[in-house]
């Protein structure tokens, strides 16, 4: 793993719980279900961005942080949701029993719920702290809006709600795949590097750059997740495979098969690397969008 | 009905759904899942209070608005949650079918996520619309961080993980009843009219005794849901009774009995009357209490 890579994961797994509020005596299990999957671990690739591109923008670690762990409480909340048995009935994630699987179905709910809601707290408890510094203050609400909106029933919750009822999109199946992707996970992705370029104080030529380098990486990293499914390891993945073809779910190597997926992937890749040609940390960024690319878990 | 209640109330149902934001094609059944539980009906005692509460502390319905409807969103993705079949499985809510007997147990976890979501948003973006201005912006985010915080790990979540696990809280049985209704239902309440008071821009003082004013008609309108499941009308409820004693729920008639149970609801409607003794809109206010604790739906 490269060491900056390390270095920024590594920083905000020892924050994630500093910023998850203590539940009292009486619901316990509800914090211990958050901790739970909080510490099943992953790749953190959306605090990483927001925390590489705040500082491509200028700006420090510690200004991103607040921001960047609200973004993976959502991240952590959606896949407890979604493996629910409600939903994609999964009962493994990152190589453990799913959320519902250890806690119950009902506490599962309860977790998810305390995640998002936790999140959104974190983002107004940090625009409070700095409310007497205007610009600080309003850097840090055009980033919690960001988060939010991109997390939300126009973003990331829409795309799930695609995903589940895809039959009730009126388009064809690349427009569905498109739409779908583009929310349930590019949303979010691209949100990450947006929120962490306004906290890191970006002009807006430079937003613009670092929101198109998350957009790109975002469209890449859900190809190469489909193609991941069809061609992963269950053991590397800390996930089911062939899950997706089971549920007859639409992907782009059902849909363009597995070579033309992966020229698909090179190419937004491609784009996100000439996003960020000549700015600050565009090495790591680069790297990152690569290292995505490859990988194979 | 009072007619300043009925003219909130109307003010609140025309503006519902103005704040919720519209999905794309691709999710219109996300949209109509949470539009159907928003115009479900009910009391809309939440934003009521606050509009009430902002209004005794000199604020306009206007300042208002948001965070009434951000709190009555919280509060219906609440009951599509609790009633979900993982929860407490109800079939019927305010003489409806619930969420998810209409549009699916899936469908019910995202509205109810779609809801919290685009109640953060609704307020991210109010604080934003009033960035310009440091006064304003910062009694708008106190007020949305009170809401936040009371609808979350440490308020209302944390009263259902408890409600779903009494068992776990360490804690004799009033102790425990105390502590699940504080949270389940009392936070969300007193929150309403302390963010009310904010908006409207009230001093320390009168923050003070509007909020106790909150909290104790919270505690008096568990205690008579409580006595309604034993004593009311399924047909004026629109829900079924006898839910809580059928799943041997901890509840104030269970533990204290009809008669002392409705003693302890005078008690805290007194207390509350007292709160906001000698300030603008009192006479409102009191009635609010009054009619909460003689309704019988």
Redesign the interface.
């Known amino acids: 793993m490269h060491p900056e890579y390390e270095e920024i994961k590594n920083l905000v797994e020892d924050n994630l719980l500093r910023f998850?509020?203590?539940?009292?005596?009486?619901?316990?299990?509800?914090?211990d279900a958050?901790k739970y999957s909080l510490e099943a671990g992953g790749k953190r690739l959306r605090p990483v961005l927001l925390i590489a591109s705040c500082r491509a923008a200028g700006g420090s670690y510690s200004d991103a942080l607040p921001y960047a762990c609200a973004i993976e409480f959502i991240h952590t909340?959606s896949l407890i949701?979604d493996d629910?048995?409600?939903?994609d009935n999964d009962d493994l994630r990152r190589g453990k029993p799913t959320n519902?699987k250890v806690f119950g179905?009902?506490?599962?709910?309860?977790a998810?719920?305390?995640l998002?809601?936790?999140a959104?707290?974190v983002?107004?408890?940090d625009?409070?702290r700095h409310?007497?510094d205007?610009s600080e203050?309003?850097k840090r609400?055009?980033a919690?809006?960001e988060i939010?909106?991109s997390?939300?029933?126009?973003g990331m919750?829409?795309?799930?709600?695609?995903d589940?009822?895809p039959e009730?999109?009126?388009?064809d199946d690349a427009g569905?795949l498109r739409?779908?992707h583009r929310?349930k996970t590019g949303a979010l992705i691209k949100a990450a590097a947006a929120a962490g370029a306004l906290v890191g104080g970006a002009d807006e030529d430079l937003l613009g750059r670092l929101s198109h380098y998350g957009e790109q990486i975002g469209i890449a990293f859900q190809i190469i997740d489909d193609i991941l499914d069809v061609t992963g390891d269950t053991k590397l993945l800390g996930k089911n495979t062939g899950v997706d073809a089971e549920l007859g779910k639409l992907t782009y190597p059902s849909l363009y098969g597995v070579e033309k997926s992966r020229a698909l992937a090179e190419k937004a890749t491609d784009e996100a690397c000439r996003a960020v040609e000549n700015i600050k940390d565009s090495e790591f960024l680069k790297f990152l969008a690569l290292d995505l690319s490859d990988r194979i878990s």
Chains 1, 2 share one sequence.
């Not at 919750?157 to 695609?162: D, E, L, N, V």
């Not at 009730?168 to 388009?171: H, K, N, T």
């Open positions: 998850l509020p203590e539940t009292e005596s009486g619901s316990s299990i509800l914090y958050m909340y949701h629910h048995p409600s939903m519902h179905d009902d506490m599962a709910i309860l998810g719920d305390g998002l809601n936790s959104m707290d983002m107004f408890s625009i409070a409310a007497d205007g203050t309003e609400i055009r919690a809006r939010s909106a997390a939300g029933v126009r919750i829409a795309g799930q709600a695609a589940v009822r009730l999109i009126r388009l569905k739409y779908i929310n």
